[in-house]
């Protein structure tokens, strides 16, 4: 059985919380596996200790539906203390805020891909920790997808944004507590920071293995199968091609009005996808992208999580529907506060990337490209393993 990081403080006192002012990065998804949250259980356990939360992208109860849309500062009904938005007029900590604390507790459900902006909300925090000369403390989560493969191309530096802060493939195999030394180590960051580590986790689990209840962190993150569709599947937030939300299943639906599903199937069967099976079906989205219209696509069915391959298999369809339909387009800025750069650049972390599935180049030698960044980028992560398979 799993044992959270929150689970774990809460069995001996931390000296490094004694008599220190608490802040507190979370949202709603913060509970223990009775899903009793951990503001809750930071203020019973340290009565008086906690003196204001933080809150990511989305908002504290993750109620914004979209991207850019910001959250307002606000008082915690349940302890009266103030709650700071990180997504909003800034998305650092000021001094204002890292002056209510002395140690920052973070508890954030993260899914494990490189453009969920949690992790850079985390690089903040540390940057304003190591500035203002206060602590960091990760209680740390599983990474729903799995601690053993990465896959992807590096973020190239010129298309940096708060989707992609440091060179990351899509998928980075790691926790959030182990995220957080990576920045705060190679990127010189160099704030006081510590983890409260989980009991019973290895890097070969999924999500459903922990035995642990879903609490979507986010508010197109209904399941499980939607993180791991997710590295993949990310990748229509840069064109007008639907990643299904407006529906009950986001990031598992795709498609758009001009699509047509047989077409693009014989397009990517040149690429092997194991590990999944794409339905073709239609869908109408009740908001975001062609609201109101019939979608025509697919919606991608896991069959084997551990084969699956979700960046190589959402790179086939965008490949083919960048060379089949005149109809597909760019999503034009902004994007997660970018107000030049191509939204799909800053998603793919790659402008080269992008112009290269343009053309028909096999996607098995553009995937080939990048494996000895790939590799180089596996072996520096393990030095910041924290659990082992």
Known sequence: MVSLGIEELLKNRQPLLAGKRIGLLC???????????????IHAAYPGQLSCILSPQHGFFAEKQDNMVESGHG???ATGVPVHSLYGETRKPTRAMMDQLDVVVVDIVDVGTRVYTFMYTLAYVLEAAAEYGKTVLVLDRPNPIGGVEVEGNILESDVKSFVGLYPLPMRHGLTFGELGALFNEEFGIGADYHVIA????TRSMHFPETGLPWVF?????????ASLAYPGQVIWEGCNISEGRGTCFPFTLFGAPWVRPDDVLGFVKQTPLPGCTMRPLQFEPTFNKHKGRVCHGFQLHIT???QFKPYRTGLAFLQAFMNLYPEF????????YEFVKLPMDLILGSQKLRKRLQTTENLLAIEQSWQDELADFDAMRSRYFLYSD
């Open 329 to 336: 387009a760019y999503t034009e800025p902004p994007y997660e």
């Open 75 to 77: 008082v915690d009904t």
């Open 198 to 201: 989980m009991a019973g986790w």
């Open 27 to 41: 949202n709603q998804a913060s509970t223990d596996r009775a899903f009793n949250h951990t503001r809750d259980l």
């Open 304 to 306: 084997d999580a551990k």
């Open 217 to 225: 962190p986010s508010p197109n993150m209904p399941d499980y199968t």
